[in-house]
Protein backbone atom coordinates (compact mmCIF):
# COMPACT_ATOMS: atom_id res chain seq x y z
CA UNK A 1 0.00 0.00 0.00
CA UNK A 2 1.42 3.38 -1.12
CA UNK A 3 -0.54 6.31 0.92
CA UNK A 4 -0.58 9.13 -1.44
CA UNK A 5 1.19 12.61 -0.23
CA UNK A 6 -1.87 14.32 -0.76
CA UNK A 7 -5.74 13.14 -0.72
CA UNK A 8 -7.18 13.71 -3.99
CA UNK A 9 -11.13 13.95 -4.35
CA UNK A 10 -12.79 11.90 -7.03
CA UNK A 11 -15.76 10.99 -8.89
CA UNK A 12 -17.56 7.75 -9.65
CA UNK A 13 -16.04 7.41 -13.52
CA UNK A 14 -13.71 10.39 -13.91
CA UNK A 15 -10.03 9.64 -14.97
CA UNK A 16 -7.08 10.80 -13.17
CA UNK A 17 -3.25 10.58 -13.58
CA UNK A 18 -0.95 8.25 -11.80
CA UNK A 19 2.45 9.27 -12.02
CA UNK A 20 5.16 7.54 -10.80
CA UNK A 21 9.26 7.61 -10.45
CA UNK A 22 11.92 5.45 -8.50
CA UNK A 23 16.02 5.02 -7.71
CA UNK A 24 18.28 2.55 -7.27
CA UNK A 25 16.18 1.81 -4.40
CA UNK A 26 12.69 2.67 -4.16
CA UNK A 27 9.46 3.64 -5.84
CA UNK A 28 6.84 6.95 -4.92
CA UNK A 29 3.88 7.75 -6.40
CA UNK A 30 1.12 10.29 -6.63
CA UNK A 31 -2.18 10.72 -8.27
CA UNK A 32 -3.60 13.78 -9.69
CA UNK A 33 -6.48 14.93 -11.17
CA UNK A 34 -7.04 14.11 -14.81
CA UNK A 35 -5.95 11.87 -17.44
CA UNK A 36 -3.03 13.28 -18.50
CA UNK A 37 -0.58 16.75 -18.56
CA UNK A 38 -2.12 19.03 -20.54
CA UNK A 39 0.85 20.72 -21.09
CA UNK A 40 2.70 17.41 -22.61
CA UNK A 41 5.63 17.80 -20.17
CA UNK A 42 7.07 15.68 -17.41
CA UNK A 43 4.91 16.20 -14.17
CA UNK A 44 7.83 17.20 -11.43
CA UNK A 45 7.73 14.21 -8.81
CA UNK A 46 9.84 15.07 -6.08
CA UNK A 47 11.43 12.18 -3.75
CA UNK A 48 9.36 11.83 -0.63
CA UNK A 49 12.37 12.78 1.71
CA UNK A 50 11.53 13.00 5.70
CA UNK A 51 13.04 16.39 6.89
CA UNK A 52 11.40 16.63 9.89
CA UNK A 53 13.08 13.52 11.57
CA UNK A 54 9.35 12.90 12.66
CA UNK A 55 9.16 9.93 10.39
CA UNK A 56 12.54 8.20 11.39
CA UNK A 57 11.36 8.28 14.74
CA UNK A 58 7.78 6.98 14.52
CA UNK A 59 7.10 3.93 12.73
CA UNK A 60 3.73 3.71 10.77
CA UNK A 61 1.97 1.98 14.32
CA UNK A 62 3.34 5.02 15.84
CA UNK A 63 1.69 7.37 14.15
CA UNK A 64 -1.63 5.47 14.38
CA UNK A 65 -0.90 5.86 18.14
CA UNK A 66 -0.44 9.19 17.91
CA UNK A 67 -3.38 10.32 15.80
CA UNK A 68 -5.39 8.01 18.38
CA UNK A 69 -7.73 10.99 19.48
CA UNK A 70 -9.04 8.68 21.95
CA UNK A 71 -6.26 7.67 23.50
CA UNK A 72 -4.83 11.40 24.11
CA UNK A 73 -8.44 12.14 25.22
CA UNK A 74 -8.31 9.77 28.07
CA UNK A 75 -4.76 10.80 29.05
CA UNK A 76 -5.46 14.62 29.31
CA UNK A 77 -8.73 14.59 31.38
CA UNK A 78 -6.26 12.28 33.81
CA UNK A 79 -3.66 15.32 33.73
CA UNK A 80 -6.79 17.79 34.68
CA UNK A 81 -8.05 15.95 37.32
CA UNK A 82 -4.26 15.75 39.47
CA UNK A 83 -2.24 18.58 37.81
CA UNK A 84 -2.50 21.96 39.21
CA UNK A 85 -1.20 24.98 37.87
CA UNK A 86 2.28 25.82 38.87
CA UNK A 87 3.77 22.72 39.47
CA UNK A 88 6.46 20.82 38.21
CA UNK A 89 5.97 17.53 35.58
CA UNK A 90 8.53 15.15 34.18
CA UNK A 91 7.31 12.81 31.17
CA UNK A 92 8.87 9.42 30.69
CA UNK A 93 7.65 7.91 26.82
CA UNK A 94 9.63 8.80 24.20
CA UNK A 95 8.76 11.52 21.81
CA UNK A 96 5.28 11.83 22.99
CA UNK A 97 2.33 14.51 23.05
CA UNK A 98 2.41 14.31 26.51
CA UNK A 99 4.92 16.99 27.80
CA UNK A 100 2.91 19.23 25.33
CA UNK A 101 -0.09 18.51 26.91
CA UNK A 102 0.83 18.85 30.46
CA UNK A 103 2.18 22.01 29.49
CA UNK A 104 -0.94 23.20 28.07
CA UNK A 105 -3.03 22.43 31.49
CA UNK A 106 -1.04 24.45 33.53
CA UNK A 107 2.34 22.75 34.95
CA UNK A 108 4.57 25.33 35.28
CA UNK A 109 7.76 23.30 33.71
CA UNK A 110 7.97 19.75 32.21
CA UNK A 111 10.97 17.84 31.76
CA UNK A 112 10.81 15.32 28.84
CA UNK A 113 13.30 12.32 29.52
CA UNK A 114 14.14 11.25 26.19
CA UNK A 115 16.32 7.94 25.32
CA UNK A 116 17.69 8.99 22.06
CA UNK A 117 19.30 12.52 20.05
CA UNK A 118 16.66 12.40 17.12
CA UNK A 119 13.86 11.44 19.41
CA UNK A 120 15.17 14.87 20.84
CA UNK A 121 15.51 16.90 18.14
CA UNK A 122 12.04 15.82 17.22
CA UNK A 123 10.92 16.58 20.25
CA UNK A 124 12.61 19.80 20.26
CA UNK A 125 10.78 20.84 16.95
CA UNK A 126 7.34 20.27 18.92
CA UNK A 127 7.89 22.00 21.34
CA UNK A 128 8.90 25.28 19.03
CA UNK A 129 5.67 24.43 16.72
CA UNK A 130 3.63 24.65 19.71
CA UNK A 131 5.76 28.09 21.49
CA UNK A 132 6.16 26.44 24.77
CA UNK A 133 9.58 27.37 24.80
CA UNK A 134 10.30 27.62 28.48
CA UNK A 135 8.03 25.57 29.46
CA UNK A 136 8.95 22.23 27.94
CA UNK A 137 12.26 20.89 28.67
CA UNK A 138 14.15 18.03 27.05
CA UNK A 139 16.82 15.92 28.59
CA UNK A 140 18.59 12.89 26.92
CA UNK A 141 19.74 9.94 28.68
CA UNK A 142 19.86 8.72 32.18
CA UNK A 143 17.15 10.34 34.82
CA UNK A 144 20.10 11.43 36.81
CA UNK A 145 19.68 14.66 35.11
CA UNK A 146 16.35 15.23 36.62
CA UNK A 147 17.93 16.32 39.65
CA UNK A 148 20.50 18.47 38.22
CA UNK A 149 17.56 20.65 36.00
CA UNK A 150 15.16 20.79 38.92
CA UNK A 151 17.80 22.72 40.99
CA UNK A 152 16.59 21.77 44.52
CA UNK A 153 12.45 21.95 43.58
CA UNK A 154 10.34 19.00 43.46
CA UNK A 155 8.88 16.95 41.07
CA UNK A 156 4.63 16.85 41.18
CA UNK A 157 3.29 14.64 38.76
CA UNK A 158 5.55 11.71 36.84
CA UNK A 159 3.90 10.49 33.61
CA UNK A 160 4.20 8.48 31.19
CA UNK A 161 2.04 6.26 27.75
CA UNK A 162 4.40 4.66 28.74
CA UNK A 163 5.90 4.03 24.95
CA UNK A 164 9.50 3.16 24.44
CA UNK A 165 11.19 2.91 20.99
CA UNK A 166 13.34 0.23 22.28
CA UNK A 167 10.46 -1.89 23.59
CA UNK A 168 9.69 -5.33 21.77
CA UNK A 169 7.37 -7.05 24.33
CA UNK A 170 4.75 -5.31 26.12
CA UNK A 171 6.04 -5.61 29.44
CA UNK A 172 9.24 -4.27 28.35
CA UNK A 173 7.11 -0.90 29.05
CA UNK A 174 7.81 -0.92 32.76
CA UNK A 175 10.39 0.41 32.47
CA UNK A 176 8.66 3.45 33.29
CA UNK A 177 8.75 1.96 36.90
CA UNK A 178 12.38 1.87 37.31
CA UNK A 179 12.22 5.58 36.08
CA UNK A 180 9.74 6.25 39.21
CA UNK A 181 11.56 4.27 41.39
CA UNK A 182 14.93 6.07 40.72
CA UNK A 183 13.47 9.47 41.11
CA UNK A 184 11.79 8.88 44.24
CA UNK A 185 14.08 11.24 46.40
CA UNK A 186 12.81 13.93 43.51
CA UNK A 187 9.34 13.56 44.25
CA UNK A 188 7.13 15.79 46.45
CA UNK A 189 4.72 14.20 49.00
CA UNK A 190 1.72 12.54 47.44
CA UNK A 191 3.13 13.15 43.83
CA UNK A 192 1.19 11.72 41.26
CA UNK A 193 2.01 8.56 39.34
CA UNK A 194 0.44 8.19 36.15
CA UNK A 195 -0.12 5.23 35.26
CA UNK A 196 -0.20 4.37 38.44
CA UNK A 197 -1.05 0.48 38.00
CA UNK A 198 0.16 -2.18 35.69
CA UNK A 199 -1.72 -5.48 34.73
CA UNK A 200 -0.66 -8.36 32.91
CA UNK A 201 -3.56 -9.88 30.88
CA UNK A 202 -3.46 -13.21 29.11
CA UNK A 203 -5.72 -14.78 26.24
CA UNK A 204 -6.18 -18.38 25.85
CA UNK A 205 -5.65 -18.10 21.83
CA UNK A 206 -6.61 -20.69 18.53
CA UNK A 207 -4.82 -18.48 15.82
CA UNK A 208 -5.52 -19.63 12.15
CA UNK A 209 -2.43 -19.50 10.75
CA UNK A 210 0.16 -17.73 13.14
CA UNK A 211 1.14 -20.97 15.02
CA UNK A 212 2.75 -22.57 12.09
CA UNK A 213 5.46 -20.14 12.67
CA UNK A 214 6.72 -22.50 15.06
CA UNK A 215 5.08 -25.58 13.75
CA UNK A 216 7.10 -28.29 12.27
CA UNK A 217 7.44 -29.28 8.54
CA UNK A 218 6.91 -33.02 8.34
CA UNK A 219 6.97 -34.59 5.46
CA UNK A 220 6.35 -32.58 1.83
CA UNK A 221 5.67 -34.28 -1.67
CA UNK A 222 6.92 -37.64 -0.06
CA UNK A 223 10.12 -36.14 1.67
CA UNK A 224 10.93 -36.66 5.49
CA UNK A 225 12.01 -33.42 6.76
CA UNK A 226 11.60 -34.46 10.72
CA UNK A 227 15.54 -34.30 10.58
CA UNK A 228 16.00 -30.72 10.27
CA UNK A 229 12.89 -30.22 12.08
CA UNK A 230 14.02 -31.45 15.56
CA UNK A 231 17.46 -29.42 14.52
CA UNK A 232 15.51 -26.48 14.05
CA UNK A 233 13.58 -26.89 17.42
CA UNK A 234 16.64 -27.64 19.37
CA UNK A 235 18.43 -24.12 18.04
CA UNK A 236 15.36 -22.37 18.81
CA UNK A 237 14.79 -23.74 22.01
CA UNK A 238 18.80 -22.19 23.07
CA UNK A 239 18.36 -18.84 21.03
CA UNK A 240 14.75 -17.67 20.41
CA UNK A 241 12.25 -16.11 23.27
CA UNK A 242 9.60 -17.91 24.12
CA UNK A 243 7.16 -15.43 23.12
CA UNK A 244 7.49 -13.69 20.35
CA UNK A 245 5.99 -10.05 19.60
CA UNK A 246 3.36 -9.78 16.80
CA UNK A 247 1.07 -7.47 15.35
CA UNK A 248 -2.23 -9.71 16.57
CA UNK A 249 -4.82 -7.64 14.40
CA UNK A 250 -3.10 -8.92 11.13
CA UNK A 251 -3.16 -12.89 12.01
CA UNK A 252 -7.62 -14.49 12.27
CA UNK A 253 -7.95 -15.99 15.70
CA UNK A 254 -10.51 -16.80 18.03
CA UNK A 255 -10.29 -16.68 21.98
CA UNK A 256 -10.93 -19.63 23.45
CA UNK A 257 -11.19 -17.94 26.95
CA UNK A 258 -12.03 -14.67 28.84
CA UNK A 259 -8.97 -11.96 29.05
CA UNK A 260 -7.42 -12.67 32.19
CA UNK A 261 -5.65 -11.16 34.67
CA UNK A 262 -1.92 -12.67 35.37
CA UNK A 263 -0.15 -10.17 37.72
CA UNK A 264 -0.43 -6.83 38.84
CA UNK A 265 1.98 -4.15 39.39
CA UNK A 266 1.70 -0.99 41.69
CA UNK A 267 3.67 1.86 40.24
CA UNK A 268 3.69 3.94 42.45
CA UNK A 269 5.62 1.57 45.14
CA UNK A 270 9.11 1.05 44.46
CA UNK A 271 10.39 -1.70 42.36
CA UNK A 272 10.69 -4.82 44.48
CA UNK A 273 13.86 -6.80 45.15
CA UNK A 274 12.56 -10.32 45.23
CA UNK A 275 11.20 -11.78 42.07
CA UNK A 276 7.34 -11.81 41.89
CA UNK A 277 5.19 -15.19 40.84
CA UNK A 278 2.02 -15.85 40.06
CA UNK A 279 0.44 -19.43 39.46
CA UNK A 280 -3.01 -20.16 38.10
CA UNK A 281 -5.94 -21.60 36.27
CA UNK A 282 -7.95 -20.47 33.40
CA UNK A 283 -10.89 -21.35 31.65
CA UNK A 284 -11.59 -22.24 28.44
CA UNK A 285 -14.96 -21.46 27.74
CA UNK A 286 -15.43 -23.02 24.34
CA UNK A 287 -13.87 -25.84 22.31
CA UNK A 288 -11.21 -25.47 19.83
CA UNK A 289 -7.54 -25.57 18.93
CA UNK A 290 -5.56 -24.46 21.39
CA UNK A 291 -2.13 -23.36 19.99
CA UNK A 292 -1.02 -19.92 21.59
CA UNK A 293 -1.57 -17.63 24.22
CA UNK A 294 -2.08 -14.00 23.93
CA UNK A 295 -0.19 -11.77 26.46
CA UNK A 296 -0.18 -7.79 26.72
CA UNK A 297 -0.60 -4.97 29.49
CA UNK A 298 -3.38 -2.52 30.51
CA UNK A 299 -2.52 0.34 32.28
CA UNK A 300 -4.48 1.88 35.06
CA UNK A 301 -3.83 6.08 34.93
CA UNK A 302 -5.27 6.29 38.08
CA UNK A 303 -5.72 2.80 39.77
CA UNK A 304 -8.97 2.84 40.22
CA UNK A 305 -9.88 1.36 36.72
CA UNK A 306 -11.77 4.43 35.86
CA UNK A 307 -9.16 4.80 32.80
CA UNK A 308 -7.10 2.35 31.16
CA UNK A 309 -5.18 1.84 28.40
CA UNK A 310 -4.27 -1.53 26.90
CA UNK A 311 -1.33 -2.56 24.58
CA UNK A 312 -4.20 -5.82 23.79
CA UNK A 313 -7.76 -5.49 23.41
CA UNK A 314 -9.43 -2.15 21.51
CA UNK A 315 -11.91 -2.57 24.87
CA UNK A 316 -9.71 -3.40 28.24
CA UNK A 317 -10.69 -5.70 30.28
CA UNK A 318 -9.28 -6.82 33.43
CA UNK A 319 -10.97 -10.14 34.63
CA UNK A 320 -10.28 -11.97 38.25
CA UNK A 321 -8.58 -11.11 41.07
CA UNK A 322 -4.67 -11.51 41.27
CA UNK A 323 -2.46 -12.26 44.10
CA UNK A 324 1.28 -13.77 45.05
CA UNK A 325 0.70 -17.04 44.40
CA UNK A 326 -2.78 -18.65 43.53
CA UNK A 327 -4.72 -16.66 41.14
CA UNK A 328 -8.96 -17.61 40.68
CA UNK A 329 -10.76 -16.26 37.65
CA UNK A 330 -13.93 -14.74 37.55
CA UNK A 331 -16.01 -13.65 34.53
CA UNK A 332 -16.10 -10.23 33.28
CA UNK A 333 -19.68 -9.43 33.09
CA UNK A 334 -18.06 -6.14 31.19
CA UNK A 335 -16.97 -7.92 28.58
CA UNK A 336 -17.61 -7.48 24.96
CA UNK A 337 -14.82 -10.09 23.73
CA UNK A 338 -17.11 -13.58 23.65
CA UNK A 339 -15.18 -16.72 23.44
CA UNK A 340 -14.95 -18.23 19.75
CA UNK A 341 -15.41 -14.72 18.89
CA UNK A 342 -12.57 -12.90 16.76
CA UNK A 343 -10.95 -10.62 19.31
CA UNK A 344 -10.46 -6.72 18.11
CA UNK A 345 -6.70 -6.24 18.75
CA UNK A 346 -5.13 -2.20 19.03
CA UNK A 347 -3.68 -2.05 15.82
CA UNK A 348 -0.88 0.25 17.05
CA UNK A 349 1.17 -1.37 18.86
CA UNK A 350 2.23 -5.38 19.06
CA UNK A 351 1.11 -7.77 21.95
CA UNK A 352 3.34 -11.00 22.95
CA UNK A 353 2.50 -14.71 21.86
CA UNK A 354 3.26 -17.73 23.19
CA UNK A 355 3.16 -20.42 20.96
CA UNK A 356 2.16 -24.19 22.77
CA UNK A 357 4.62 -26.77 21.44
CA UNK A 358 2.06 -28.61 20.00
CA UNK A 359 -1.40 -27.50 18.78
CA UNK A 360 -4.34 -29.49 21.54
CA UNK A 361 -7.63 -29.99 21.01
CA UNK A 362 -10.01 -28.26 24.22
CA UNK A 363 -12.90 -28.51 25.13
CA UNK A 364 -15.05 -26.07 27.95
CA UNK A 365 -14.09 -28.84 30.93
CA UNK A 366 -10.43 -27.96 29.99
CA UNK A 367 -7.98 -25.87 31.93
CA UNK A 368 -4.98 -23.70 31.18
CA UNK A 369 -2.57 -24.24 34.04
CA UNK A 370 -0.01 -21.30 34.21
CA UNK A 371 3.11 -20.37 36.40
CA UNK A 372 4.28 -16.63 35.82
CA UNK A 373 7.64 -15.01 37.14
CA UNK A 374 8.88 -11.43 37.07
CA UNK A 375 12.63 -10.88 37.94
CA UNK A 376 12.80 -6.99 39.37
CA UNK A 377 16.75 -7.30 38.68
CA UNK A 378 16.80 -7.84 34.77
CA UNK A 379 13.00 -7.24 33.89
CA UNK A 380 12.58 -10.78 32.53
CA UNK A 381 9.27 -12.60 32.39
CA UNK A 382 9.08 -16.51 32.11
CA UNK A 383 6.00 -18.39 31.31
CA UNK A 384 4.80 -21.76 31.70
CA UNK A 385 1.43 -23.02 30.31
CA UNK A 386 0.22 -26.48 30.62
CA UNK A 387 -3.59 -27.29 28.75
CA UNK A 388 -5.49 -29.95 31.42
CA UNK A 389 -8.22 -31.52 30.42
CA UNK A 390 -10.84 -33.26 32.69
CA UNK A 391 -9.47 -36.81 32.09
CA UNK A 392 -6.02 -35.41 33.04
CA UNK A 393 -7.68 -34.35 36.15
CA UNK A 394 -9.43 -37.04 36.79
Known amino acids: ??????????????????????????????????????????????????????????????????NDTSRWHTYASVLRQVLAHGQTCVSVSDASWLPLIAARLGAQEVFALESSDLGSRVTHKLIAANNLQGKVHVLQGSEDQVGTALRDRKVAVVTAEPYYTSSLLPWHSLYFWYVCTRLRPLLTPGAA???????????????????RLRAPVGTVEGFDISLMDQMVKDHSVQTDERVEPHPLW??????????????????TQPVPAEDMAATGEITLNCSGSCNAVALWMDYDLLGDGSHIISTGLQNPHLGGTTHLGH??????????????????????????????DTPIQVTPDSRLVYHVTFTPVDGRMEFQFDVENSVDRS
Open 1 to 66: VYFNHQAVQVEKGQQVALHGRHDDYSMWFQVQQGSTNSTGSEVSLERPVCRCGGHMVWSRPRLGML
Open 193 to 211: ILPARATLVAMVMSFENLW
Open 250 to 267: EYPGVGLSDPVTLMNFDL
Open 327 to 356: TTHTPNPGSTTHPGSTPQWNPHIRQGVYFM
